[in-house]
Nanobody, 125 residues
Framework: QVQLVESGGGLVQAGGSLRLSCAASGRTFNAYPMGWFRQAPGKERDFVARISSAASTTYYSDSVKGRFTISRDNAKNTVYLQMNSLKPDDTAVYYC??????????????????WGQGTQVTVSS
């Protein structure tokens, strides 16, 4: 069974960078589109980015477009989120997720069926 484990979160000053990683167990990782979501305290879990199984297509929320980059290394069963020019509003728990059923959706949490435990990102002003 595939499991997802995020890492790379931490405390960073505004304007700084972090790279999150999501390591997947299981041999079928490279068959799944993958996404990143984030959830700030008291708020809903929001879409951040998505990458297709072959890394040929990516999607971003408007709030992170131009600052964040999603990528994957299927040989290492890992998906990444490079976050640059971080802002205090980026503070949240970041989750990676797998879309194993190709329902056609991209931006909704219901479009993903497998989730990691999350990693905290805190951006200080």
């Amino acid at each position: 069974q595939v499991q997802l484990v995020e890492s790379g979160g931490g405390l960073v000053q505004a304007g700084g960078s972090l790279r999150l990683s999501c390591a997947a167990s299981g041999r079928t990782f490279n068959a799944y589109p993958m996404g990143w979501f984030r959830q700030a305290p008291g708020k809903e879990r929001d879409f951040v980015a998505r990458i297709s199984s072959a890394a040929s297509t990516t999607y971003y929320s408007d709030s992170v477009k131009g600052r964040f980059t999603i990528s994957r290394d299927n040989a290492k069963n890992t998906v990444y989120l490079q976050m640059n020019s971080l802002k205090p509003d980026d503070t949240a728990v970041y989750y990676c997720a797998a879309d194993r059923y190709y329902g056609g959706g991209i931006y909704n949490i219901r479009d993903y069926d497998l989730w990691g435990q999350g990693t905290q990102v805190t951006v200080s002003s």
